[in-house]
């Protein structure tokens, strides 16, 4: 329901949602770049048209080159690794890309599909601390939506809310019908 301050309530136009594209073949959010990487020979097979004003290498210039070449001499094993674990949505890390003279932190999310690895980067948000706020979340989504039992969820929860916030304790309550914790 649309509710505005200046107008009566109106429902929402929900008829059209079921149409709408969520994922479009091809596109990525402008504040991420994708690569698209054959597992078997570690070459880049697809990337955004992006990827020279995200990471300072053109589209033609990375195609058909090795994964290597760009995220460093692991990078397939890290990539096919994190691929591995996927729960969910993805696994993520952080990675350090030389691009150019600059070194850049860069969160990376990977899946495979196909004997392919698609990895989405997009800049690194670090805390005060050091630690990558998208790293932390992504992998507490990803712990929380494994858990199979009310219980679990409310452990796991709290504990994914203290390693991130840096709290010593968290407390998650249950309230009652009257709103009682």
Partial sequence: MYRSATSPARPAELSACENEPIQIPGAIQ????????????GRIVNVSANTGEFIGREAAELLNARVDSLLGVDALAKLSAAADEVRGFGQAYTQDLAVGNVERAFDIIVHRTSGVLVAELERAHRLPDGRDIFVLAHMAVARIQACDTIEAL????????????GYERVMIYRFDRDWNG
């Fill in 30 to 41: 402008p504040h991420g770049a994708l690569l698209a990487i054959d597992e078997q020979s």
């Fill in 154 to 165: 409310v452990e796991d929860a709290a504990r994914e809310i203290a390693r991130i916030s």
